[in-house]
């Protein structure tokens, strides 16, 4: 039985992951914040760990310890204070939003890489979005926008420093998902996202290491 953990496994597109998932058969480790039973009702292993908390993600890997994790998605993020633009930027939301979506990401890496490569499939996926793009910014959502393009380059940087020892490190778009986070307007359902997103990862190869994807299997310019 293949073993996923899923950072901000509580609601959206983590909880659909861990319902996905854990319908196929994996073994689903869900980190929350908070207790969520809704992530109960999938059958998922609920842990408790705030990314941005360093000794709750370094007690994670402890208890871990040993325990191989074929795919390791790091999806935890937040957009922050919306409408943030030249001339009305919150300094200390934007920090925030880097603290989540950035430095949350790369320390749980850290702390479960010798997890993920001790695994079969040996696999990382980040949960970036198309707006970290910088080929294709058109500048909105800057703060969101540039935690995104920063992740971006932490894979890729990640992908060629894991390299040898076989694991695959990916950036992923979901696309415009009817989430919290996307808004009722969004055309594409959580469900539809997330099939598009796993035949991604169901499909990747080693040379795909390192490389932007969107759920619908295109690739996205850095």
């Not at 319902?19 to 408790?48: F, H, I, M, N, S």
């Not at 993600?57 to 957009?79: H, T, W, Y």
């Amino acid at each position: 039985m293949p073993t996923i953990l899923i950072t901000g496994a509580g609601r959206g597109l983590g909880l659909e992951l861990a319902r996905q998932y854990a319908a196929d058969g994996w073994r689903v480790l869900g980190t929350v914040r908070k207790a969520v039973p809704e992530l109960k009702g999938t059958g998922a292993e609920l842990l408790l760990a705030d990314v941005t908390n360093v000794a709750e993600v370094q007690d994670l890997s402890r208890k871990l310890k040993g325990e191989p994790i074929d795919l390791l998605f790091c999806n935890a993020g937040i957009i922050g204070k919306r409408g943030m633009a030249l001339g009305s930027f919150d300094y200390p939301e934007w920090e925030k939003v880097l603290r989540v979506n950035l430095l949350g990401a790369a320390a749980v890496i850290e702390a479960l890489v010798d997890n993920v490569a001790a695994s079969e499939r040996k696999t990382v996926a980040v949960m970036s979005s198309r707006l970290g793009s910088i080929a294709e910014t058109s500048g909105m959502t800057l703060p969101y926008a540039t935690s995104k393009a920063a992740l971006n380059l932490l894979a890729k940087g990640l992908a060629e420093t894991l390299r040898p020892r076989g694991v695959t490190v990916v950036a992923l778009s979901p696309g415009w998902v009817k989430t919290d986070m996307g808004g009722q307007g969004a055309p594409l359902a959580p469900e539809a996202s997330v099939r598009g997103l796993r035949k991604v990862l169901a499909g990747l190869k080693r040379e795909d290491s390192g490389k932007f994807f969107s759920h619908d299997g295109s690739q996205i310019p850095w």
